[in-house]
């Protein structure tokens, strides 16, 4: 099973930005995603990189950026603008976004004035 590993999280102001990074411990194949849970929900798919082409929420498009670099494993979050609403913990998985074959353990990002 593919081990994921984010990181990149934190607290930032309205309007600022971030980048999450999702190091794997092989490679990557097949849908990456990005989903997040925001406290006292349930969890929310919010960018899927099929290797070729990349899917956003409607909530993010515009605003949020996936990429992936294949030669260090490695997949991106690029978040500007960011909202408050966008509080929440964010993880990266393989697979189908629903029921993914492999899930890390996610990086809390907070945004607050």
């Known amino acids: 099973e593919l081990q994921l590993v984010e990181s990149g999280g934190g607290l930032v102001q309205p309007g600022g930005s971030l980048r999450l990074s999702c190091a794997a411990s092989g490679m990557l194949t097949g849908h990456m995603n990005w989903v997040r849970q925001a406290p006292g929900k349930g969890l929310e798919w919010v960018s899927t990189h099929t290797g070729v082409t990349q899917y956003y929420a409607d909530s993010v498009r515009g605003r949020f950026t996936t990429s992936r670099d294949n030669a260090k494993n490695t997949l991106y979050l690029q978040m500007n603008s960011l909202k408050t609403e966008d509080t929440a913990v964010y993880y990266c998985?393989?697979?189908?976004?629903?029921?993914?074959?492999?899930r890390g353990q996610g990086t809390q990002v907070t945004v607050s004035s």
């Open positions: 998985s393989q697979g189908a976004w629903t029921q993914p074959s492999a």
